[in-house]
């Protein structure tokens, strides 16, 4: 039997019956009016008068007769030793047929017929006058073949024909019976190519998931104390912070087989294919004992099912394929050495019989890396890169707050592919820092030319951004000033990043950072006596974060600490959490608390812009020339920025004093 490259048996595909069937048919076929008349003796067909003219002229030497052919060949076409000699005997020579060639080296001898006229009783009186040797012609020993290729080709073809149309319904058949099988990908013996040396940065995570590698490789250290290992594990957290990878590294260093799938990959458009396709993973699992199952996106399949039904919303064939999983997980059968790990961002979603101990009985968060962890990741990532000597990860990891090991990566890719192009032969800090610009702001699109008066708009703005960022705290050290277009909508931007990690904002921290939201449109306002929609991003960011100061931080002096929105993402940014059901005198509360705190900040940043006019203007005329301002020219302006005597207490309060004070 053949054997495949895994090891197992590769039995016939009955598919390929049909096309093999025609295939040899049409060999046959060519072969028997094409290649073998191709192999006998060359033929010349005449007519039946010049037959009967060369016989009288004595050219004939022998000639094969039939009903409705004669055969016949020339003296002049014989080899000199195989001409007849004239015989005398009126006994004819035995077996009688055309002399062949006896080298092969010889050409064969040429073959002439025709075709007599019907009941010509001269002929054999005539061949016999002129001394031709003739006899009748045999039966042509090939003749069965044509004749049982044209009883057999016509219903092979149809039958071949037949046999391949139904091979292609049984392949559907085929298809649907083997839907319920399961799709997931199996790495043998802990193939996955990834150990704990790729994962850095997430310490805490690899410790938890280090006692799954241990009991798959020593069970007998924790069963004699009568410890059970987790049936399951569950992996939260952001998408890229490494939830596959670490999975990936627990079988990789437990060396044992990893079954691979996703959740999504269970439901199908028919009820009970993905109960099936569980029952097929787990079965498969069993066999192959201690095993890890890896489910990721395990929220595609594991919703809650809490008011679902058929006019809720409900999904049988999702529910369906959950109870099946929460049976296989801890049903009436333990599924011993079987160790389930999954991975979602989105916990709050997950049903609860799901995550209860004796299912998930761990979880695990694979939060995103600090400023130690990032540098970790990002040593990893820099083993196949050439780095320059002035390479300084921990900078680069404090450039680089709230990153995800997969943005590190996909970092010093774009680091190595700007030092390619710039042909370098290793990557410098300027590749680096230009990489960060990159992914935070965008694409630099130096072909987005503006005129004057926009230039001019933008310098303004993004000089105003930083004059006020400048003075606030918790809001980072202004890096660069920059009137080059980025990304989709960017035409210019302030790059501020933090100088350590937080993950606290006081009230304070966030009135600065309205501020500076606003600071671009109140430069505008400051120096055209109009605005631009250049600050429409600005505004949308600075209202969201004052409508979550009042209705999800509870920092609103009328309102209280009252939350009045629902938190329903903790991993996934950019969704928006509806408010609770609130009363029409609340809601209206809640947008007049929003419109102060937003006024107020506005307020304070065209003072600010105010006091240090004559600055504003130095930086954007620098701006204006050189498109870019960083490093000690921009600590040498921002040095200079006067603080207003009003600023503290509003920072304090969220009060602003009237300017007639």
């Not at 049982?148 to 037949?162: H, K, Q, S």
Request: hydrophobic share 40%.
């Amino acid at each position: 039997m053949p054997v495949e490259k895994d090891g197992k048996p590769n039995s016939p595909n009955p598919q390929h019956f049909g096309s093999s069937l025609l295939t040899l048919l049409f060999f046959l076929f060519l072969f028997h009016f094409f290649i073998a008349p191709g192999m006998r003796s060359p033929t010349t067909e005449v007519l039946y008068s010049r037959f009967r003219k060369d016989v009288k002229n004595g050219k004939v030497a022998q000639a094969l007769l039939a009903e409705n052919q004669i055969q016949y060949t020339l003296k002049a076409d014989l080899p000199k030793q195989q001409k007849p000699q004239p015989d005398n005997s009126s006994t004819p020579p035995p077996n009688l047929q055309f002399p062949q060639p006896n080298s092969s080296t010889s050409a064969p001898t040429k073959i002439y017929t025709t075709t007599p006229i019907p009941n010509d009783p001269s002929l054999p009186q005539l061949l016999a006058d002129n001394n031709v040797e003739f006899g009748a012609l045999p039966p042509d020993r090939n003749a069965w073949i044509g004749t049982l290729l044209g009883w057999v080709i016509p219903p092979l073809i149809f039958f071949g024909i037949w046999g391949l149309l139904l091979n292609r319904a049984q392949t559907g058949a085929g298809a649907a019976l083997t839907v319920g099988k399961s799709k997931a990908r199996i790495y043998s013996e802990g193939h996955t190519g990834a150990t704990f040396a790729d994962v850095a940065g997430i310490d805490e995570a690899k410790a938890e998931l280090w006692e799954i590698v241990e009991f798959l490789k020593n069970s007998a250290k924790y069963t004699r104390v009568g410890a059970k290992i987790p049936k399951g594990v569950l992996l939260i957290g952001a998408p890229g912070t490494g939830k596959t990878l670490l999975a990936k590294a627990v079988a990789g260093e437990a060396g044992v087989p990893f079954f691979s799938i996703s959740g999504s990959e269970f439901i199908e458009l028919f009820v009970g294919v993905g109960a099936a396709r569980v029952r097929d993973l787990f079965e498969q699992a069993k066999k192959q004992a201690p095993c890890i199952v890896f489910i990721d996106e395990l929220d595609a399949l594991g919703k809650s099912r809490a008011g679902a039904g058929p006019m809720m919303g409900g999904n049988d064939e999702r529910e369906q394929t959950l109870n099946q999983l929460l049976t296989e997980m801890d049903g009436f059968e333990a599924n011993t050495g079987v160790i389930i790990l999954a991975a979602t961002n989105r916990p709050e979603v997950l049903d609860p019989a799901l995550r209860r101990p004796g299912r998930f009985d761990r979880q695990v968060v694979v939060d995103r890396p600090d400023k130690l962890g990032r540098e970790a990741i990002l040593k990893v990532h820099v083993n196949q890169v050439k780095l320059a000597a002035d390479i300084d990860l921990a900078a680069v990891a404090a450039r680089t707050p709230g990153f995800a090991g997969a943005d590190l990566a996909n970092l010093v890719n774009e680091a190595a592919l700007l030092a390619a192009r710039q042909d370098r032969e290793a990557v410098t800090m300027a590749d680096f820092n230009e990489a960060i610009e990159r992914v935070i702001a965008g694409l630099e699109k130096k072909s987005r030319v503006l005129n004057e008066t926009e230039k001019k708009t933008v310098a303004y703005h993004e000089a105003g951004h930083a004059i006020v960022g400048a003075l606030m705290p918790g809001a980072g050290k202004v890096e660069k000033i920059s009137i080059v277009s980025r990304g989709v909508g960017a035409l210019g931007y302030t790059l501020q990043l933090p100088e350590e990690d937080r993950f606290l904002m006081a009230e304070n921290e966030i009135r600065g950072r309205l501020a500076t939201l606003l600071a671009g449109r109140s430069s505008e306002e400051i120096v055209f006596g109009t605005v631009s929609t250049g600050a429409s991003d600005d505004i949308q960011k600075a209202t969201d974060l004052a409508e979550r100061m009042v209705t999800l931080y509870g920092m609103s002096h009328k309102l209280g600490p009252v939350a009045l929105e629902k938190v329903q993402q903790q991993f996934l940014d950019g969704f928006s959490n509806p408010r609770r059901s609130v009363s029409p005198a609340i809601a209206e509360e809640i947008d007049r608390e929003v419109k102060e705190i937003v006024d107020g900040a506005y307020q304070i940043a065209l003072r600010i812009l105010e006091t240090n006019r004559s600055l504003l203007e130095e930086m954007t005329q620098h701006l204006i020339r050189a498109e870019v301002l960083e490093g000690e020219q921009l600590r040498g302006y921002l040095g200079q920025v006067q603080v207003p005597n009003d600023l503290v207490d509003w920072l304090r309060t969220g009060q602003l004093p009237s300017k007639n004070k």
